[in-house]
């Protein structure tokens, strides 16, 4: 079987849209429909279902999507192990936040790429859930992320510190942050139990978010007030674009890695979590 047809059943499967996949995709229409159409017939079962009001999985669609998922992680696991025949002696798969992903890359890979030549790593940013799920089921070999999450078989490090901010467009005292003007982050969990404590006022405002891209992309076009990272924080001021609000609260969350317990005495993830501690603390 294609693997497109994978990719373009997941994609439709997100958007509800056989339009807007085919532009994600950059295919024609007719292409995701083709693609659709020979899925169905490989599995004989109707995938989706059209209509004036969108587009809706059938109950089997519904049913293929953890399948389909697998076999496209399998299929690039597969590709992977055998383009890097030869080149490399181990192969490591590595999760991130999207909020961190920035300041781990930025001198961690290339420490790893200097003192361990043989190894390869295929990264993959996603949330804190998704990613302890997948270390479960061996998809993933270490994770960075914000909220463990206390499975038997985890094993939890904190590796650093991070620190969030409140900057604001307005040039505004805390005392002037209105709800309706207001982005609330999502970060995590204790991230949300502090703001809570500390900003019960700005609980509840007309637009929240878990992505941090997003707020900055949010800040940069429609202006406003909310919490980003310290390294956000500077590059904004240094942009132009924001400033911190002086007299704002700041948030602290730690930052862990994450490993299942049969990696957790590997050679291999311990020198990855010296070097993690070492350039991301």
Excluded: C
């Excluded at 999985?57 to 192990?81: F, N, Y």
């Amino acid at each position: 079987m294609q693997i497109e047809l994978l990719d373009t059943f997941l994609d439709l499967i997100e958007t509800r849209n056989f339009n807007r996949t085919a532009d994600r995709l950059g295919i024609t229409q007719s292409t995701v429909s083709s693609r659709i159409r020979a899925l169905e017939g490989l599995l004989g079962k109707q995938l989706f279902i059209r209509s004036k009001s969108g587009t809706e999985p059938t109950v089997a669609g519904l049913r293929l999507v953890e399948h389909a998922r697998a076999l496209r992680l399998g299929w690039l696991d597969a590709r992977r192990e055998i383009q890097g025949v030869g080149k490399f002696e181990n192969h490591i798969r590595i999760g991130i936040h999207p909020d961190v992903y920035q300041r781990v890359l930025q001198g961690w890979l290339e420490w790893v790429r200097v003192t361990m030549p043989k190894l390869a790593i295929y990264v993959e940013v996603d949330y804190s859930n998704q990613m302890i799920q997948d270390l479960t089921t061996g998809s993933l070999d270490l994770a960075v992320l914000y909220s463990p999450q206390h499975y038997p078989d985890m094993h939890y490090e904190q590796i650093a510190q991070e620190r969030f901010v409140m900057v604001s467009t307005r040039g505004v005292s805390l005392k002037g942050v209105v709800p309706s003007d207001y982005i609330r982050a999502h970060y995590s969990v204790l991230f949300d139990r502090a703001h809570k404590q500390m900003l019960p006022e700005l609980e509840h405002g007309p637009v929240s978010t878990g992505h941090g891209g997003a707020i900055v992309y949010l800040l940069k076009n429609q202006g406003g007030t909310a919490f980003v990272t310290e390294a956000v924080a500077k590059m904004l001021s240094l942009e132009g674009v924001a400033e911190p609000v002086a007299d704002a609260p700041s948030i602290s969350q730690p930052i862990y890695s994450a490993v299942h317990v049969r990696n957790k005495h590997s050679h291999t993830h311990a020198r990855l979590l010296k070097g993690l501690k070492l350039l991301t603390g």
